[in-house]
Nanobody
Framework: VQLQASGGGLVQAGGSLTLSCAAS????????ISWFRRAPGKERDFVAG????????RYADSVKGRFTISRDNLKNLVYLRMNSLTADDTAVYYC??????????????????WGQGTEVTVSS
């Protein structure tokens, strides 16, 4: 297993949640890792991405200022800290690894590995 997402759950609107993406050592050290989400009845959308060296981050406009993506180099984990959650954030969240250029972080077909998804439900 290259990637494994965890940390989802039920949270009230306005609350916070942190998702984790566990990667193999090779995957963690080689690829950009991003988070995507699929809301019920919608397509999979880009949420946030973090370059292999941690030097570049990119966020979807809908989560800027509320979500933070980060890496833990000792544990080979990529986190997605989500604050001020709303019902619109309800989705299954996936982490993915690939080698997109910065401007293409949001393109799903440029990612080689995907985690299994973790469900986030925000109650209003």
């Amino acid at each position: 297993v290259q990637l494994q997402a965890s940390g989802g759950g039920l949270v009230q609107a306005g609350g916070s949640l942190t998702l984790s993406c566990a990667a193999s050592v090779r995957t963690y050290n080689t690829y950009t890792i991003s988070w995507f989400r699929r809301a019920p009845g919608k397509e999979r959308d880009f949420v946030a991405g973090l370059s292999q060296n941690g030097g570049s981050t990119r966020y979807a406009d809908s989560v800027k200022g509320r979500f933070t993506i980060s890496r833990d180099n000792l544990k080979n984990l990529v986190y997605l800290r989500m604050n001020s959650l709303t019902a619109d954030d309800t989705a299954v969240y996936y982490c993915a690894a690939g080698r997109p250029v910065y401007s293409a972080y949001d393109q799903t077909d440029l990612y080689y590995y995907w985690g299994q998804g973790t469900e986030v439900t925000v109650s209003s």
